[in-house]
């Protein structure tokens, strides 16, 4: 049977027909869909981790038990998960183990570009890269065969557009895995020094057997076409160089570490002229230039191979950026349209809001976090001024207090959201207590992890399954960190937030501030919407301070309006208007 699937459910069919046990991942777009998709199938137990560590370290002790297991993050999520990898990587696998990575060229929802290919390398396991969403169901099942034979964990690699673009996909059936049971072996599994140096070597040795492995690994073709030209690539870079250069000959890598060097120099010998076309940053390129295949009299290559000083290091590719790197003009037939520039912006009746005109209003110092929060940005809020990573809200706030003392700390606030602060926040908090700290932590407590498509977490009461689960109170978690000055209150209350965040600043120590209001998106208790009265109303444009999406200005009548599309009658603008010029 086929279907249309994007990368991302081909990958979590895949892992399915491969008879996948144990899931545990936290989402992260562009991956999100993997685990989302997993979570339907009622063979596996699939689970949200409260962070990507904790996602790898489940998975690992699921195939210690010799279950298949399967963990996905986006790309900066593997730096969370960078420990248990490495340990992982001396250790191996008894059931196959797959880390799913979904690296973001051109910065769609990250803050930054960082090319997961280059973890494959350093902690020395396979990374495979699928180049369509048949190829992403294949490599799934391929990577937990891999893993097993090869007794590694195995990174495969999507990129956005592969995890998010679709294509038709060759289904098949589940090959139920049934898990060999937990045999206690500490050599392998636990890495003191006096174990992991005799893992170092057999690591070592599986590379060079991983290597001769791709030199005939079908996932690593050459495609004979005109030898002029011959493109090593791999990925969605590969649907782009075909699209521009149909003649040419090609090298498609899919496993792209450890490299089948003896592939690569036979490929080279057969073209003219060699172009590395690749997203971001040279990973096969530099490896290809390492291994001597560019020098004159080497392996019978005498030109320079081309790749990033062509083709662009930042940014995400296209087959017209490709094409505009080697000078050739290509002709669309499709006219641009001129589309409004639609910036992001908190939605309308978002409880966020409020928090953040307080802060706004106070002239707060705001160290901010990753979460749809982060839209406090933009004005006309203005209201943060920081994002480093998850969790550096709070660590941020405190090192500002540290170096400039705690004058700083009473103009200062660490804001993170509820999933954000169980991601990573706990321990952040607990550091500003031990630390003796005088700062105060605002956690956007909205009840879900909204930005990534309102998945469910530990506060929530439900499991990614749909079991109920206790609901984590954020309250005593704060006071169990030692925090003694802990308040809540409903963010669309104006005032209550900003009395809130004066008496927290006023008290000694470390303070919390619990801002409770659930996503308007995932509530949707929408009341009445508001109209403006015009009568009433002076121009004052007090209301758009708030940038919310549902007021405007009526430049010609001097006047507010409220588009009743839009409205969620979430009343913020009314308790704001000196005239009360808002009304039902």
Same mark, same amino acid.
């Given at each position: 049977?086929?279907?249309?699937?994007?990368?991302?459910?081909?990958?979590?069919?895949?892992?399915?027909?491969?008879?996948?046990?144990?899931?545990?991942?936290?989402?992260?777009?562009?991956?999100?869909?993997?685990?989302?998709?997993?979570?339907?199938?009622?063979?596996?137990?699939?689970? !949200?981790?409260?962070?990507?560590? /904790? $996602? #790898?370290? %489940? =998975? *690992?002790?699921?195939? @210690?038990?010799? &279950?298949?297991? !399967?963990?996905?993050?986006?790309? /900066? $999520? #593997?730096? %969370? =998960? *960078?420990?248990?990898? @490495?340990?992982? &990587?001396?250790?191996?696998?008894?059931?196959?183990? /797959?880390?799913?990575?979904?690296?973001?060229?051109?910065?769609?929802?990250?803050?930054?570009?960082?090319?997961?290919?280059?973890?494959?390398?350093?902690?020395?396991?396979?990374?495979?890269?699928?180049?369509?969403?048949?190829?992403?169901?294949?490599?799934?099942?391929?990577?937990?065969?891999?893993?097993?034979?090869?007794?590694?964990?195995?990174?495969?690699?999507?990129?956005?557009?592969?995890?998010?673009?679709?294509?038709?996909?060759?289904?098949?059936?589940?090959?139920?895995?049934?898990?060999?049971?937990?045999?206690?072996?500490?050599?392998?599994?636990?890495?003191?020094?006096?174990?992991?140096?005799?893992?170092?070597?057999?690591?070592?040795?599986?590379?060079?057997?991983?290597?001769?492995?791709?030199?005939?690994?079908?996932?690593?073709?050459?495609?004979?076409?005109?030898?002029?030209?011959?493109?090593?690539?791999?990925?969605?870079?590969?649907?782009?160089?075909?699209?521009?250069?149909?003649?040419?000959?090609?090298?498609?890598?899919?496993?792209?570490?450890?490299?089948?060097?003896?592939?690569?120099?036979?490929?080279?010998?057969?073209?003219?002229?060699?172009?590395?076309?690749?997203?971001?940053?040279?990973?096969?390129?530099?490896?290809?230039?390492?291994?001597?295949?560019?020098?004159?009299?080497?392996?019978?290559?005498?030109?320079?191979?081309?790749?990033?000083?062509?083709?662009?290091?930042?940014?995400?590719?296209?087959?017209?950026?490709?094409?505009?790197?080697?000078?050739?003009?290509?002709?669309?037939?499709?006219?641009?349209?001129?589309?409004?520039?639609?910036?992001?912006?908190?939605?309308?009746?978002?409880?966020?809001?409020?928090?953040?005109?307080?802060?706004?209003?106070?002239?707060?110092?705001?160290?901010?976090?990753?979460?749809?929060?982060?839209?406090?940005?933009?004005?006309?809020?203005?209201?943060?001024?920081?994002?480093?990573?998850?969790?550096?809200?709070?660590?941020?706030?405190?090192?500002?207090?540290?170096?400039?003392?705690?004058?700083?700390?009473?103009?200062?606030?660490?804001?993170?959201?509820?999933?954000?602060?169980?991601?990573?926040?706990?321990?952040?908090?607990?550091?500003?207590?031990?630390?003796?700290?005088?700062?105060?932590?605002?956690?956007?407590?909205?009840?879900?992890?909204?930005?990534?498509?309102?998945?469910?977490?530990?506060?929530?009461?439900?499991?990614?399954?749909?079991?109920?689960?206790?609901?984590?109170?954020?309250?005593?978690?704060?006071?169990?960190?030692?925090?003694?000055?802990?308040?809540?209150?409903?963010?669309?209350?104006?005032?209550?937030?900003?009395?809130?965040?004066?008496?927290?600043?006023?008290?000694?120590?470390?303070?919390?501030?619990?801002?409770?209001?659930?996503?308007?998106?995932?509530?949707?208790?929408?009341?009445?919407?508001?109209?403006?009265?015009?009568?009433?109303?002076?121009?004052?444009?007090?209301?758009?301070?708030?940038?919310?999406?549902?007021?405007?200005?009526?430049?010609?009548?001097?006047?507010?309006?409220?588009?009743?599309?839009?409205?969620?009658?979430?009343?913020?603008?009314?308790?704001?208007?000196?005239?009360?010029?808002?009304?039902?």
């Amino acid at each position: 049977m086929k279907k249309l699937l994007s990368g991302n459910e081909a990958v979590a069919r895949g892992a399915w027909e491969a008879g996948v046990n144990v899931v545990s991942a936290y989402p992260g777009t562009p991956s999100t869909e993997i685990l989302e998709n997993l979570g339907k199938y009622k063979e596996v137990y699939a689970e !949200l981790a409260t962070n990507e560590k /904790v $996602g #790898l370290e %489940v =998975a *690992a002790g699921a195939s @210690f038990g010799g &279950a298949r297991a !399967l963990t996905c993050m986006k790309h /900066v $999520g #593997l730096n %969370v =998960a *960078a420990d248990p990898l @490495f340990s992982m &990587a001396y250790i191996g696998a008894t059931g196959g183990l /797959v880390v799913v990575t979904a690296d973001d060229p051109g910065m769609h929802s990250s803050q930054n570009e960082q090319d997961n290919r280059y973890y494959a390398k350093m902690a020395k396991i396979p990374c495979l890269e699928p180049s369509d969403s048949q190829e992403c169901l294949a490599f799934a099942k391929l990577a937990f065969e891999l893993s097993e034979q090869f007794d590694t964990p195995v990174l495969l690699r999507l990129t956005t557009r592969i995890s998010h673009s679709k294509g038709v996909v060759e289904l098949g059936q589940r090959a139920e895995h049934t898990p060999a049971g937990y045999v206690k072996d500490i050599v392998k599994r636990i890495t003191i020094p006096a174990h992991a140096r005799k893992m170092h070597v057999k690591v070592e040795d599986r590379l060079r057997r991983l290597s001769e492995y791709g030199e005939t690994f079908a996932g690593n073709t050459i495609e004979r076409g005109d030898k002029k030209l011959g493109i090593i690539t791999s990925g969605i870079s590969y649907q782009y160089a075909r699209d521009v250069f149909p003649d040419a000959s090609f090298l498609k890598l899919g496993l792209t570490h450890p490299l089948p060097q003896k592939l690569i120099a036979g490929f080279i010998k057969s073209v003219d002229e060699i172009y590395v076309i690749e997203e971001n940053d040279p990973f096969l390129e530099e490896q290809i230039k390492a291994a001597g295949y560019f020098v004159k009299g080497s392996c019978a290559y005498d030109s320079p191979i081309t790749g990033k000083d062509k083709v662009p290091i930042t940014g995400e590719l296209d087959p017209t950026v490709v094409a505009r790197s080697f000078g050739l003009q290509r002709e669309s037939s499709v006219q641009p349209i001129a589309v409004p520039a639609r910036p992001p912006v908190l939605c309308p009746g978002c409880p966020h809001r409020g928090v953040f005109y307080a802060i706004s209003k106070l002239k707060l110092t705001a160290t901010g976090d990753i979460g749809c929060y982060t839209l406090g940005m933009m004005e006309p809020l203005g209201a943060m001024d920081t994002v480093i990573c998850m969790g550096g809200s709070v660590t941020a706030a405190m090192g500002l207090e540290k170096a400039l003392g705690p004058e700083m700390a009473r103009r200062t606030v660490a804001v993170i959201g509820d999933s954000t602060f169980f991601h990573s926040g706990i321990t952040g908090l607990i550091d500003m207590v031990y630390n003796n700290a005088q700062g105060t932590v605002v956690i956007l407590d909205n009840r879900i992890t909204a930005m990534t498509g309102h998945q469910q977490n530990p506060g929530s009461g439900r499991t990614l399954q749909g079991q109920t689960s206790p609901v984590l109170s954020l309250e005593d978690i704060c006071h169990a960190c030692g925090v003694k000055h802990v308040a809540v209150v409903d963010p669309l209350d104006l005032k209550a937030t900003e009395a809130a965040l004066k008496a927290a600043a006023g008290h000694p120590g470390v303070s919390v501030v619990i801002a409770k209001s659930p996503c308007i998106l995932i509530d949707k208790k929408f009341k009445p919407t508001l109209h403006v009265d015009e009568d009433a109303c002076v121009g004052c444009k007090l209301c758009l301070k708030l940038g919310c999406p549902a007021i405007s200005f009526d430049s010609a009548r001097k006047k507010s309006k409220i588009d009743p599309i839009f409205c969620t009658g979430c009343e913020v603008c009314a308790s704001l208007c000196p005239k009360k010029a808002m009304k039902r």
